[in-house]
């Protein structure tokens, strides 16, 4: 069974530029996260989907970030302007459906801003 | 404020001993906990879930308990293993489909 797939793994970018992250979920999984995990803390989520619809987005920072999975598969994340204290890991999870469902992480991408 | 809270950043065990790696949470909604095992440059990995419900899940050399009165988990590794050397996770959730909420996590190292 494919995993997770996020790319691109690393990404550096200056402040104020935009960077976009892209997630394939596991097949047949309804449920799709992005996770930001800043060093020395746990994954935050930044919002959740089942199938193209919203679920959750209330710690999204929508000034600057904005989300999409368009088809209920695929999806992208994206910032735009970077700040300084975006940088962390951005990690995309899918699970089966929403409840009581373990999930399965991609390895993440690694965003620098300078 | 930290609902899921794992106060020990790190934790270090020799090889054959026990480690035990403890979380507490705050919300009383939550009903399905789950530990998460990191290696750097991956993704967190599932490693094991215990329901409401029960007390002990037992898994291999893994064993988690939960202690609702207390509001407080743990999870056994028995005995440990140079390869157990790694970040974990602790999770909550509860019935109503909200996303894990993930404490800061632990550090184990199991040296040989």
């Known amino acids: 069974e494919a995993g997770v797939a996020q790319s691109p793994r690393y990404k550096i970018i200056e402040k104020r530029q935009s960077v976009a992250f892209w997630c394939n979920p596991i097949?047949?999984?309804?449920?799709l996260y992005w996770y930001q995990q800043i060093l020395g803390q746990g994954p935050k989520l930044l919002i959740q989907f089942q199938n193209n619809g919203v679920v959750d987005d209330s710690q999204l920072p929508k000034d600057r970030f904005s989300a999409e999975r368009l088809k209920g598969v695929d999806s992208t994340l994206k910032i735009q302007p970077a700040k300084l204290e975006d940088s962390a890991v951005y990690l995309c999870?899918?699970?089966?459906?929403?409840?009581?469902?373990?999930?399965?992480f991609g390895s993440g991408t690694q965003l620098s801003v300078l | 404020d930290q609902q899921v809270k794992q106060n020990s950043p790190s934790l270090s065990v020799q090889e054959g001993r026990i480690s035990i790696l403890n979380c507490d949470y705050t919300n009383s909604m939550f009903d399905y906990f789950l530990w998460y095992k990191k290696y750097p440059a991956e993704g967190p990995t599932f490693l094991i879930s215990?329901?409401?419900?029960?007390d002990k899940n037992e898994d291999g050399r893994f064993t988690v308990f939960l202690n609702k009165s207390a509001k407080h988990l743990s999870l056994h590794i028995v005995p440990s293993q140079p390869g157990d050397s790694a970040v974990y996770f602790c999770?909550?959730?509860?019935?109503?489909?909200?996303?894990?909420?993930f404490g800061k996590g632990t550090t184990l190292s199991v040296s040989s």
């Open positions: 999870a899918s699970s089966l459906n929403r409840v009581n469902e373990k999930l399965f």
């Open positions: 097949s047949g999984h309804a449920t």
């Open positions: 999770a909550a959730t509860n019935q109503a489909g909200t996303a894990l909420i």
């Open positions: 215990i329901s409401s419900i029960k």
